[in-house]
């Protein structure tokens, strides 16, 4: 069964931490990995991952996807409270499979 | 180039009623997803649409049902409503199933009383 897994489920962190969130998946015939952001409705799309070992970044977040080992990692560097959200992966064959996310608190 | 547009954004039903949202993606765009969403149950996939087609369906009863239009809108209905079908229900929208970015609408929230 296809799925998507995301660790910790929760993280409650200070101004100026990094923090890295992971996501695990099993999906068949996968075709890419994608991270959103949700503040309080729409989730608002970060990054889309196909090739193993190959960095994204934008500003303070980065992410790379290791096919290798069916995974993936988000990076959030000198967090500020607007990071604060729900951090979605999913891993897509011909629909997405979406995990439960990590909530994300950044305490000032 | 305007977004996904979800409409109602708000809806309060009474059980036992039926209920229809409705979802325009981005021009263009033919593929349309739908998922519901609760406290701790995370995004839940109903259905999909490409091309006027469902192609994947989430494990829902039959009670929730979908279709889409030439020019790509989608539809979701849900009928005879149970107060557990109180969600954020999102729909999201793609060039193409699964292989490219799906870009999120704002969603509908709707609660049944």
């Known amino acids: 069964e296809d799925k998507v897994v995301q660790s910790p489920l929760s993280l409650v962190v200070h101004e100026g931490d990094t923090v890295t969130l992971n996501c695990s998946y099993e999906v068949t015939n996968f075709r890419s990995l994608l991270w959103y952001k949700q503040e309080k409705k729409a989730p608002t799309f970060l990054f889309m991952l196909t090739s193993s070992g190959i960095e994204k970044k934008s500003g303070r977040l980065s992410s790379i996807l290791d096919k290798k080992e069916l995974s993936s990692i988000l990076n959030i560097t000198a967090t500020q409270t607007g990071d604060s959200a729900i951090y979605l992966c999913a891993g897509s064959f011909n629909q997405f499979y979406f995990g439960t996310g990590t909530s994300l608190t950044v305490i000032p | 180039k305007a977004g996904v547009t979800q409409t109602p954004r708000y809806l309060i039903k009474t059980r036992g009623q039926q209920v229809t949202l409705s979802c325009s993606p981005i021009s263009g765009h033919r593929s349309v997803s739908w998922y519901q969403q609760t406290p701790g149950q995370g995004l839940q996939f109903l259905f999909e649409y490409f091309s006027e087609t469902q192609r994947n369906k989430g494990n829902f009863p039959g009670r929730f049902s979908g279709r889409q239009f030439s020019n790509s809108r989608s539809e979701m209905n849900v009928s005879t409503l149970e107060l557990g079908d109180s969600a954020l229900y999102l729909c999201?929208?793609?060039?193409?199933?699964?292989?490219?970015?799906?870009?999120f609408g704002q969603g509908t929230r709707l609660t049944v009383v």
């Open positions: 999201a929208s793609s060039l193409d199933p699964g292989g490219t970015e799906a870009f």
